[in-house]
T-cell receptor, first 116, second 114 residues
Framework: DAGITQSPRHKVTETGTPVTLRCHQT?????MYWYRQDPGHGLRLIHY???????DKGEVSDGYSVSRSKTEDFLLTLESATSSQTSVYFC???????????????FGDGTRLSIL | GNSVTQMEGPVTLSEEAFLTINCTYT??????LFWYVQYPGEGLQLLLK?????DKGSNKGFEATYRKETTSFHLEKGSVQVSDSAVYFC?????????????FGKGTLLTVNP
């Protein structure tokens, strides 16, 4: 299994509070991703990173920010959490070798976030 | 933009039945195609992939063939087991791009009864 650790695994917090989720990898992969998974929507990309300090927005980036100061860590921050951000969050990583797009993504076990 | 459409579930089968989960896609270029599986409480795991037209991906008895003419990548298994109960996701990524983004279908829940 790919070495991906997400923390925390579960969190309950209140509306308006800041929340930071961490993704840590031991694979030295270049690309890292944050997704949210909601019933009826599958997985939707929030933000991704293509190198240290290089990040870009996905399709549902509003209300989220990310940072990547080291290859192994990718942080997702909800500056002021809202109930609509209650979800399961997955981190994924992928290599950059070979033809772009051919490399699969490997996923962490997820963080279940509840915002009351 | 890119999109992936999967058959809606849930799908309920008896053990040893034949499985088909349909997946069609739209893409601007020539994508790579993937099937992922998610067991309860876990993240997604790559099941199989195909990177060009007519390629067949296979793993653990599952197969899918990249059909460019019908823009499809249907998942099949000849004889399902109870342990195959999970959610299955079809996904694509564009070749030639620099960001390796995946576009997912909404997932299909499969339940296999003994």
């Amino acid at each position: 299994d790919a070495g991906i650790t997400q923390s925390p695994r579960h969190k309950v917090t209140e509306t308006g509070t800041p929340v930071t989720l961490r993704c840590h990898q031991t694979e030295n992969h270049r690309y890292m991703y944050w997704y949210r998974q909601d019933p009826g929507h599958g997985l939707r990309l929030i933000h991704y990173s293509y190198g240290v300090k290089d990040t870009d927005k996905g399709e549902v980036s509003d209300g989220y920010s990310v940072s990547r100061s080291k290859t192994e860590d990718f942080l997702l921050t909800l500056e002021s959490a809202t109930s609509s951000q209650t979800s399961v969050y997955f981190c994924a990583i992928s290599e950059s070798r070979g033809r772009a797009g051919n490399q699969p993504q490997h996923f962490g076990d997820g963080t279940r976030l509840s915002i009351l | 933009g890119n999109s992936v459409t999967q058959m809606e579930g849930p799908v309920t089968l008896s053990e040893e039945a034949f499985l088909t989960i349909n997946c069609t896609y739209t893409a601007t270029g020539y994508p790579s195609l993937f099937w992922y599986v998610q067991y309860p409480g876990e993240g997604l795991q790559l099941l199989l992939k195909a990177t060009k037209a007519d390629d067949k991906g296979s793993n653990k008895g599952f197969e899918a063939t990249y059909r460019k003419e019908t823009t499809s990548f249907h998942l099949e298994k000849g004889s399902v087991q109870v342990s195959d109960s999970a959610v299955y996701f079809c996904a694509l990524s564009e070749n030639g791009g620099s960001n390796y983004k995946l576009t997912f279908g909404k997932g299909t829940l499969l339940t296999v009864n003994p």
